[in-house]
T-cell receptor, first 112, second 113 residues
Framework: KAGVTQTPRYLIKTRGQQVTLSCSPI?????VSWYQQTPGQGLQFLFE???????NKGNFPGRFSGRQFSNSRSEMNVSTLELGDSALYLC???????????FGQGTRLTVV | AQSVTQLDSQVPVFEEAPVELRCNYS??????LFWYVQYPNQGLQLLLK??????LVKGINGFEAEFNKSQTSFHLRKPSVHISDTAEYFC???????????FGQGTELSVKP
């Protein structure tokens, strides 16, 4: 069974640009969550999607958005990038969002 | 609301020695508890989980953890570590109604020969 796949693995963007990250969950999983990991703030929850609906949202500005497709694949978008958005973005999938979550390898975003 | 405190930011230990990584949590509702491991430039790998039942939970790579409800702790242990166990370890909680994972700040385990 394939694990959680995140693409791309690495990205370098310029301040002010926007970026889209992709996550394919484990087959059969309907919940996808996104987390931001930085050395200073640690792992912080961005949002969770379940059956194409945003079910939970963390405390991030509106520049961070996401969506989920009918095949459970998810994308997150960050607009008007700031230097502080440089981080490892992790996607996690679970069957219905209430037990264990399985993480992808992450996308390392660097904003210059 | 829940919170997680990992009491040690760094734990150096010699190969084949035992290790304990400490985790305390705070929650007003029942929770599920998890330990994840992160190797450099990798995502998080689930080591073990406590959902219900026996308070002693065994995971992968010889790790185990004990859920102590009265002390609100979920410490991770391994009787004999290997060089390959060098990584960062994260304790996490999630309320049993679902929702986000709340992570501790991580413990860097460094195993020396």
């Amino acid at each position: 069974k394939a694990g959680v796949t995140q693409t791309p693995r690495y990205l370098i963007k310029t301040r002010g640009q926007q970026v889209t990250l992709s996550c394919s969950p484990i087959s059969g999983h309907r919940s996808v969550s996104w987390y931001q990991q930085t050395p200073g703030q640690g792992l912080q929850f961005l949002f969770e999607y379940f059956s194409e609906t945003q079910r939970n949202k963390g405390n991030f500005p509106g520049r961070f958005s996401g969506r989920q497709f009918s095949n459970s694949r998810s994308e997150m978008n960050v607009s008007t990038l700031e230097l502080g958005d440089s981080a490892l973005y992790l996607c996690a999938s679970s069957s219905n969002g209430d037990t264990e979550a399985f993480f992808g390898q992450g996308t390392r975003l660097t904003v210059v | 609301a829940q919170s997680v405190t990992q009491l040690d930011s760094q734990v150096p230990v010699f190969e084949e020695a035992p290790v304990e990584l400490r985790c305390n949590y705070s929650s007003s509702v029942s929770v599920y508890l998890f330990w994840y491991v992160q190797y450099p430039n990798q995502g998080l790998q689930l080591l073990l989980k406590y959902l219900s039942g026996s308070t002693l939970v065994k995971g992968i790579n010889g790790f185990e953890a004990e859920f102590n409800k009265s002390q609100t702790s979920f410490h991770l242990r391994k009787p004999s570590v290997h060089i390959s166990d060098t990584a960062e370890y994260f304790c996490a909680v999630r309320n049993n109604q679902g929702g986000k994972l709340i992570f501790g700040q991580g413990t860097e385990l460094s195993v020396k020969p």
